[in-house]
């Protein structure tokens, strides 16, 4: 049955308050909501625990009574304590600033901690805020897999992909959503930092079997950026001993990655060989239509309306990562509330030239070095005239990076390149961008080229 | 309700009782106390619906029953009236009769019916010697924001770290944090305590040396000794995550007197204006440290005191206040001030003490 809590709650009181004195009402009544409805059970948010007593010894009955009345699923009725939103939100800002203390004096730059201490989960993190295209689709559904059976789907579960593609992302969402999902269920987020220096300080200080303690009490764990591990060998141990522990007593563990196990360097094989063991998914960097949603709904969420060119624009000309992605947008946004007005195309762009790609200086030659090296042909094949399909592919490639990445004008790639006309290598450079498009073995062609450049 | 009892037990605990009875709330019970005569003791019991609290008082009882009187109505009789003798209280008619062997009094009575019960707090516990507890909460309430703007800092906060129980109180201009060590509290992710209710427990636990039995949950905390059970309703909310902000390395430290900064810090305040600005000036170098402060319609003033100092030169201004509140706390001869540029906190603490911690941030000029 689809019923109106607040309806209902509304009705209720209104028979309350007629039964009891005033005084007694507002004090034990103000503040006070159904929260939901459960099978058959209704939840009363109340203020604080002293109201929770009283209505439970005192008015208990004849709340039960009032419910019941107009809803005959009622079963039981419980109390729970919630927090009051003060709205004081708007004072706030007027408040502060006006206290001549406030203007003198600096204050101590103390930040709100938004993540749960407790779990270390950013709640903002979730999944109605998390976009699925086909980068990471995959991905996605193991996750949607995880959070219904956990610790016996997919277990461990590794993901991994470049920076800024959403993998802390997901990965906190699982760890939200399995939160709320199984409230006894407590789970942990780290980054494998924090599991390393928790772990020396516990050396340090004699304490290695509370360190063990510490994370076998949680039932999911999640470790982000578990790369660094290579090199660690102690921590390697030690993380093997309490994946164990985990896997055997069927509870989830959760890794992420920016390469894939095997590519992790000095990791030990009985590590390796555990992490496979799982679900092993990749997130690739999104493709257009994704990167068009993504923005989309960047977009709604800040309650923008652009240009359909523009976001096109954005979404075509920012490649790579949804962290630039989303950098962009919030360049352009606010230049659109600083001019209060509609941005033109010509202004995005002008906006998003610097901030694009880190423009990099390296030899028109180096390059040509190294994405030959990369196709494993000759270096002088490139320079040459021949119209061989894999030279000629990475001829383009090397086109497209040098005016992409470095900035070289049309004529000079030409020059450099064998004497090719300009149109040449602009007719390159558009094939080039447009197959990237649609071709995700190009787009991790040239993302593992540029790594080669750093 | 018939009883007997001692004058001067039952004058105690009403004072403190009363304190915590509700005033100005809607419903007027709760601005009077709630008698209970039932076995072997007298208990009474207030509310604000923010802190409740119930003391007993050994009392022999002829007949159990209870009524509620005004809090402030009895305060005031039992703070004038009595010697040190025995008392007599009856219930005749939910009135309430007080007959000592010179006098006797006849109160209104209200009905204890509307009275609330008090949360017996289920949760986490742990026991903790009164004088840790309220040596802790002393060394830096003083410092939580007073405005309820943002009640996470209008209150203060209490959490374990290794085996100590830290408390910490900032309103965002300075920050007091206070390491109690204490072995066998559990694990304490965070409690943050109303500001509000810190004065009315440090009043009820101040002279107290016994034992005191810490319960906690999300909600509610409470606090209990043989004959007093407290409880306060805690905030829901996170504590600013204030380890981060304490700088950790410093480019300028100086030691100094505790008495001599005082004295120069009181004498510079009659100089300082309507900011209570004082201007620091440490130069390790010609080894000087100064004082100063000034106001146009008074004069100006300086102050060099002796101090160990090293590092590099540095020149900031301070509100006074902020620097004397935390003396309080410091009770070792002398003091250590650490700096990390002009415009990064100070951190004062006590010498050779490293579990008090004092943060004050500077002013703009």
């Known amino acids: 049955m689809n019923m109106n809590t607040k309806q209902l709650w509304k009705n209720c009181l209104v028979e309350i308050e007629a039964g009891i004195s005033k005084a007694n009402f507002s004090t034990w009544f103000k503040h006070t909501s159904i929260i939901k409805e459960d099978t058959g059970i209704i939840y009363i948010g109340v203020p604080n625990e002293f109201v929770r007593d009283w209505l439970i010894n005192k008015y208990h009955k004849l709340i039960t009574k009032t419910i019941a009345d107009s809803y005959e699923n009622m079963r039981a009725v419980e109390y729970s304590i919630i927090k009051i939103e003060n709205n004081r939100e708007a004072e706030r800002e007027e408040v502060l600033p006006t206290g001549s203390e406030a203007y003198i004096n600096k204050e101590l730059p103390l930040k709100d901690l938004y993540i749960n201490p407790e779990d270390n989960l950013n709640p903002r993190y979730r999944f109605d805020s998390f976009i699925v295209g086909g980068f990471n689709e995959l991905a996605y559904a193991a996750s949607q897999a995880i959070i219904d059976n956990p610790g016996t789907k997919y277990n461990p579960f590794f993901i991994y992909g470049g920076t800024g593609l959403g993998k802390t992302h997901l990965i906190q969402a699982v760890g939200n959503s399995i939160k709320e999902k199984y409230p006894n269920k407590k789970a942990h987020y780290m980054t494998l930092e924090k599991f390393a220096t928790d772990f020396i300080s516990s050396l340090q200080s004699n304490k290695a079997n509370s360190f063990k303690e510490k994370y076998r009490k949680y039932d999911l764990l999640v470790i982000d950026d578990i790369q660094f591990i290579g090199k660690m060998e102690k921590i390697q141990e030690e993380l093997f001993h309490t994946f164990n522990t985990f896997h055997e007593a069927n509870k989830q563990i959760i890794f992420s990655s920016d390469k894939h196990p095997n590519y992790i360097p000095e990791l030990a094989d009985r590590l390796k060989s555990r992490f496979a063991a799982g679900m092993i998914v990749d997130i690739s960097p999104p493709e257009y239509e994704s990167r068009l949603a993504i923005l989309k709904v960047k977009l709604q969420e800040l309650n923008i309306d652009l240009d359909k060119e523009i976001v096109e624009y954005v979404a075509s000309a920012v490649e790579g990562n949804i962290r630039e992605l989303e950098g962009s947008l919030n360049i352009i946004v606010c230049q659109y509330r600083l001019k209060n007005r509609p941005l033109s195309l010509a202004e995005v762009k002008n906006l998003l030239k610097n901030n694009m790609k880190p423009k990099k200086n390296m030899a028109i030659k180096d390059v040509v070095k190294i994405v030959s090296e990369y196709y494993k042909l000759e270096e002088t094949s490139v320079y040459e005239k021949t119209r061989k399909k894999e030279i000629v592919r990475a001829r383009q490639v090397v086109m497209y990076l040098l005016r992409e990445d470095f900035n070289v004008s049309y004529p000079l790639i030409g020059q450099k390149l064998g004497g090719k006309d300009h149109t040449t290598v602009i007719h390159s450079c558009i094939k080039i961008k447009n197959d990237l498009k649609n071709d995700p073995q190009l787009m991790q062609e040239l993302e593992q080229i540029r790594i080669m450049f750093k | ?210 034992v005191i039995t810490v319960c906690f949950n999300k909600n509610q905390i409470s606090f ?87 590092g590099e030169s540095i020149e900031l201004g301070f509100n006074y206040k902020y620097f004397l509140d935390c003396f309080q706390s410091i009770n070792t001869d002398s003091i250590s001030i650490k700096f990390s540029g002009a415009s990064s906190p100070l951190v004062v603490s006590p010498v050779s003490d490293t579990s008090f911690t004092y943060l004050i941030m500077p002013m703009n000029r």
């Open chain 2, 1 to 210: 309700m018939k009883l007997e009892c001692k004058i001067e037990e039952i004058k105690n605990k009403i004072l403190q009782v009363e304190r915590i009875t509700g005033k100005n709330l809607t419903l007027p019970v709760l601005n009077s106390i709630l008698l209970i005569a039932s076995g072997k003791s007298l208990k009474l019991r207030a509310t604000n619906l923010s802190l409740g609290i119930e003391v007993e008082i050994p009392a022999k009882i002829e007949e159990e029953g209870m009524v509620a009187i005004s809090g402030s109505v009895l305060s005031g009789i039992f703070s004038n009236v009595f010697q040190n003798e025995n008392v007599f209280l009856e219930n005749v008619d939910g009135n309430l009769l007080i007959k000592t062997k010179k006098s006797k009094i006849k109160l209104k009575g209200q009905s204890h019916d509307d009275f609330p019960t008090i949360p017996r707090v289920v949760g986490t516990s742990f026991e903790i010697e009164s004088k840790k507890l309220i040596d802790g909460i002393k060394s830096v309430y003083y410092s939580s924001s007073v405005s309820d703007i943002k009640p996470e800092i209008s209150s203060v906060f209490i959490h374990t770290n290794e085996e100590n129980l830290v408390f910490v109180s900032t309103d965002s201009f300075r920050l007091a944090e206070k390491k109690i060590k204490s072995k066998g509290v559990p694990e304490i992710q965070g409690i943050l305590i109303p500001f509000k209710n810190i004065s009315e427990i440090l009043r009820v636990f101040g002279e107290n040396s016994s």
């Open chain 2, 224 to 310: 209990s000794s043989d004959d007093i059970y407290l409880t306060s309703r805690v905030i829901d909310g996170v504590f600013p995550d204030y380890r981060q902000i304490i700088p950790k390395t410093s480019t300028t430290n100086a030691v100094l007197l505790k008495q001599d900064l005082l004295s120069a810090l009181k004498l510079s305040n009659i100089f300082s204006d309507k900011f209570n600005q004082v201007n620091l000036k440490v130069t390790p170098k010609e080894k000087v440290f100064e004082l100063s402060s000034n106001n146009n319609d008074i004069g100006e003033n300086k102050t060099y005191l002796d101090a160990a100092l090293t």
